[in-house]
């Protein structure tokens, strides 16, 4: 969205055209600017903590698991004795990758995306999806026909028993026999649910498989996410201890003074700010609009180095800076005046930094110990708040519709 409708003018702007620009003030003041570029910078920062947030806790529980189902092996024991028993078994031949995948995406991931969906739900609420475990307490990997169970979470009955298929081929003949070896099965259930990726979930509708069917992820992200875990685990990257960890959270997210990742200020994410100003959406759509746009293709690590970041108030902390290229400072000046993108950064008490690379690769923050020594401060208490501040979000987001429902600016 990079349009707005001119009072002026009485028709629409593109944001980006000199007339545009001029006449933006008609329709955003010099002050609501700074109040989209926080907008803009929370938006952006939440959802990118959020996304790497997610695939790091995800990570952790698919060793977790691995390591709770097969503690025998001793493959799962730690990060080491993955790598070892993955490199081992690379030097076999390519055909180890097939046996890898079993354990990472079907034993694994396929089985963690399928729990984390169930319980994402709002049935969740009453209802919850656990794995069933044997008399040791451990995952049993050999349950009859199941891999695990939907419980009420009050009276502690098993109400729902679930299947996984996470199939990663994308040759429909392998879809087809997955499908013909589970009908075969002795503890095959037509009232067990099945997950499915996207592809074996509309042959098995083909085939007429009576079966409830949920939906989760498909072949190709199947295969991405085991190539992925594969490799982690060949390069000695994984979390093994099943420790989800303030520290381990932080290290994804950026901490204290180094930089994670920087976000954009579009002039997309005007035009929705504009739109939610107007009501022709509301708090909610607008925050995870700007922030899918501002998060997506973030830039992070050594390619930080050399650009000037802003970082408003409320980023302090997180270690992730907003980037403000020139197609913005241009419009800013265009349309209220030379000077005025220094008077906005002023007017928010934001702070604008230069970003280097050190010579041991370290993303930071460059001559500015004052935000060095706050963001140091306020880390622990930033990430340690982001659950409270996921669940707050929305309730905020709808406050301020309805404040806005009551006439209000």
Not at 293 to 310: C, F, N, Q, Y
Request: hydrophobic content about 40%.
């Amino acid at each position: 969205m990079k349009t707005y409708y001119c009072p002026k003018c009485k028709t629409s702007h593109d944001i980006a055209s000199d007339i545009g620009a001029h006449h933006l003030p008609h329709v955003l003041s010099k002050e609501d600017l700074g109040k989209a570029l926080n907008f803009s910078a929370t938006a952006g920062a939440y959802a990118y903590i959020e996304n790497n947030t997610q695939q790091y806790l995800r990570d952790v529980q698919v060793f977790d698991l691995l390591g709770d189902k097969f503690p025998k092996s001793g493959h799962f024991e730690g990060t080491e004795s993955v790598q070892n028993w993955v490199t081992e078994r690379l030097s076999v031949g390519p055909q180890s990758n097939e046996m890898l995948y079993r354990f990472f995406q079907g034993h694994g991931a396929g089985e963690v995306d399928a729990v984390r969906h169930m319980n994402g739900r709002l049935s969740s609420l009453l209802y919850r999806a656990e794995f069933p475990r044997d008399t040791l307490g451990h995952v049993d990997p050999s349950t009859p026909g199941y891999d695990f169970q939907i419980v009420n979470r009050f009276t502690g009955e098993i109400v729902e028993k679930v299947q996984v298929k996470a199939n990663w081929s994308s040759n429909p003949a392998a879809w087809k026999a997955t499908l013909d070896k589970m009908l075969a099965s002795d503890h095959y259930s037509p009232d067990h649910t099945l997950v499915l990726p996207k592809e074996v979930a509309d042959l098995a509708k083909e085939m007429g498989i009576e079966n409830k069917i949920v939906v989760v992820s498909d072949v190709e992200g199947n295969r991405v996410s085991a190539e992925r875990l594969t490799e982690m685990a060949r390069n000695g990257e994984i979390a093994t201890e099943g420790a989800i960890t303030l520290q381990g959270v932080a290290e994804r997210v950026g901490q204290g003074a180094i930089v994670g990742a920087a976000v954009a200020f579009s002039i997309s994410a005007i035009g929705n700010y504009l739109a939610y100003r107007r009501g022709d959406i509301t708090g909610k759509e607008a925050f995870k609009r700007i922030g899918i746009d501002a998060s997506k293709g973030a830039i992070v690590g050594g390619t930080l180095g050399g650009l000037s970041l802003l970082f408003p108030p409320g980023a302090i902390g997180i270690g992730i800076g907003i980037a403000v290229g020139m197609q913005i400072r241009r419009l800013v000046d265009i349309a209220y005046g030379k000077g005025a993108y220094e008077d906005i950064l002023h007017s928010m008490g934001a702070v604008e930094a230069s970003i280097e690379v050190t010579a041991t690769g370290v993303t930071t923050i460059a001559k500015s110990t004052s935000y060095a020594q706050l963001a140091q401060k306020h880390t622990i208490g930033v990430l340690d708040g982001f659950a409270a501040s996921v669940r707050s979000t929305n309730q905020m987001l709808e406050r301020l519709d309805e404040f806005k429902k009551g006439g209000n600016r």
